[in-house]
């Protein structure tokens, strides 16, 4: 069965400092990969997403940047972060033609202090 | 782009009654709508959806209605337990590669 790994759960960094945020997809080839970030008690914002390795479409400008330099792994990335990047972050994926990036990661949350 | 606005808020109901959620969105090329379930501190699951060529889907106590003519979606849960609590978000797609637009979540708070 398909699973999707995101780490870390929680994240506390600096204003400034970079950021790396991993997600991996498990038991399933050519997956369609997604980033949201969801604002404290906001609904869920669509960041990024890539139909396949080293193609990346953003959908709101910002600090941040993706990269899938494999099949299954996507990286959400900032070089300085700001206090506004702090939030909860949710890896998504879906297959083929399926509607875009349902099944959520468990998410990391991040505050930038 | 996709707009998706999402009523009420917040929604209290009593412990047995029926609550119902609705959204409408903007981009009638939209085909894809499903409604998810966030408890808190947890990532959103996703509880029922439904597409275009269909009005109407159940799953036991969870039913979604769909009106294309006048672009909006409904939740509707009847028989509510104290487990039904959480915040719910509905979600619209264009069926492809390219992500969801959610609302901005309804908090449903059933009452003993």
């Known amino acids: 069965s398909q699973t999707i790994h995101q780490w870390p759960a929680t994240l506390v960094q600096p204003v400034g400092s970079p950021l790396s945020l991993e997600c991996t997809v498990e038991?399933?080839?050519?997956?369609?990969l997604y980033w949201y970030r969801q604002a404290a008690g906001r609904g869920l914002q669509l960041l990024f997403y890539s139909v396949g390795i080293g193609q990346i479409s953003s959908e709101v400008p910002q600090n941040l940047s993706a990269s899938r330099p494999q099949d299954r792994q996507f990286i959400l990335s900032s070089k300085k972060l700001l206090l506004s990047d702090s939030g909860f972050y949710l890896c998504a994926w879906s297959v083929g033609r399926g509607p875009g990036g349902g099944v959520f990661g468990s998410g990391t949350r991040l505050t930038v202090v | 782009g996709e707009n998706v606005e999402q009523h009420p808020s917040t929604l209290s109901v009593q412990e047995g009654d029926s609550a119902v959620i609705k959204c409408t969105y903007s981009d009638s090329a939209s085909n894809y709508f499903p409604w998810y379930k966030q408890e808190l501190g947890k990532r959103p699951q996703l509880i029922i959806d439904?597409?275009?060529?269909?009005g109407e889907k159940k799953d036991q106590r969870i039913a979604v209605t769909l009106n294309k003519t006048a672009k909006h979606f409904s939740l509707h849960i009847t028989e509510t337990q104290p487990e039904d609590s959480a915040v719910y978000f509905c979600?619209?797609?264009?069926?492809?590669?390219?992500?969801?637009?959610f609302g901005k979540g309804t908090h449903l708070i059933i009452q003993p």
């Open positions: 979600a619209v797609s264009g069926g492809g590669a390219d992500g969801l637009t």
């Open positions: 038991g399933t080839s050519n997956p369609n």
């Open positions: 439904i597409r275009s060529n269909v």
